[in-house]
């Protein structure tokens, strides 16, 4: 099993930074992707960024891309989401997940709620 533990979520004004954090633990060595998903109130959970965790390609939504940058932190099993110009409509539950072929495991999620 593995859990995962997500911080760094808040109340930020519209144009502000945040940065999310996530840390996995427990049966970690197999897993090979970790990214960071969103879900706004009254619509579908939605990929915001991943990565694989040997340093491979990133991959992000249309909506993010050149304000939201992922990153790692193999050696504490962590990922990162630097989220900057941040926008209302940023506004959602942000939720870290991990797997080996796939998403596998979920973290509970962190509130960001961007004001304008």
């Known amino acids: 099993q593995v859990q995962l533990a997500e911080s760094g979520g808040g109340l930020v004004q519209a144009g502000g930074s945040l940065r999310l954090s996530c840390a996995a633990s427990?049966?970690?060595?197999?897993?090979?992707?970790m990214g960071w998903f969103r879900q706004a109130p009254g619509r579908g959970r939605e990929l915001v960024a991943d990565?694989?965790?040997?340093?491979?390609?990133?991959h992000y939504a249309d909506s993010v891309k050149g304000r939201f940058t992922i990153s790692g932190d193999n050696a504490k099993n962590a990922v990162y989401l630097q989220m900057n110009s941040l926008k209302p409509e940023d506004t959602a539950i942000y939720y870290c997940?991990?797997?080996?072929?796939?998403?596998?495991?979920w973290g509970r999620g962190t509130q960001v709620i961007v004001s304008s």
């Open positions: 427990g049966r970690t060595f197999s897993l090979n992707y």
């Open positions: 990565m694989a965790k040997n340093g491979g390609s990133t």
């Open positions: 997940a991990t797997g080996v072929s796939g998403y596998d495991y």
